[in-house]
């Protein structure tokens, strides 16, 4: 069973910066990618980038609001992986969650295709 359980989020000045990490368990050769994914208040769950975490393929994939300013990676253990957050905007605002679709499956930035999630952390951008 995979379990997920983030951590980072805090209050930061626009342009600061913040480290989302991502701790898992669970994570065998059977589930392909971790995703992360973000929610405002009053808006869908919408996908910031995954990473892809077979040993022979390291891909990762952002939504393009982020490109440039948001970097996804993990530690050879793949117990833990990080979301580096810099140059954050106001509308970056909002709770962020990890997530890893079912074993053999792909994820994109769409949330549906994610069967595990974790209960997430809010991060507010505010000056």
């Known amino acids: 069973q995979v379990q997920l359980v983030e951590s980072g989020g805090g209050v930061v000045e626009p342009g600061g910066s913040l480290r989302l990490s991502c701790a898992a368990s669970g994570l065998t050769e059977a589930y392909y990618t971790v995703g992360w994914f973000r929610q405002a208040p009053g808006k869908e769950r919408e996908g910031v980038g995954n990473?892809?975490?077979?040993?022979?393929?390291?891909?990762?994939y952002y939504r393009d609001s982020v490109k440039g300013r948001f970097t996804i990676s993990r530690n050879n253990a793949k117990t833990m992986i990080y979301l580096q957050m810099n140059n954050l905007k106001p509308e970056d605002s909002g709770i962020y969650y990890c997530?890893?679709?079912?074993?053999?499956?792909?994820?994109?930035?769409?949330?549906?295709?994610?069967?595990?999630w974790g209960q997430g952390t809010q991060v507010t951008v505010s000056s």
């Open positions: 990473l892809i975490i077979n040993d022979n393929d390291g891909s990762v």
């Open positions: 997530a890893v679709p079912g074993p053999r499956r792909l994820g994109t930035l769409g949330p549906a295709l994610y069967d595990f």
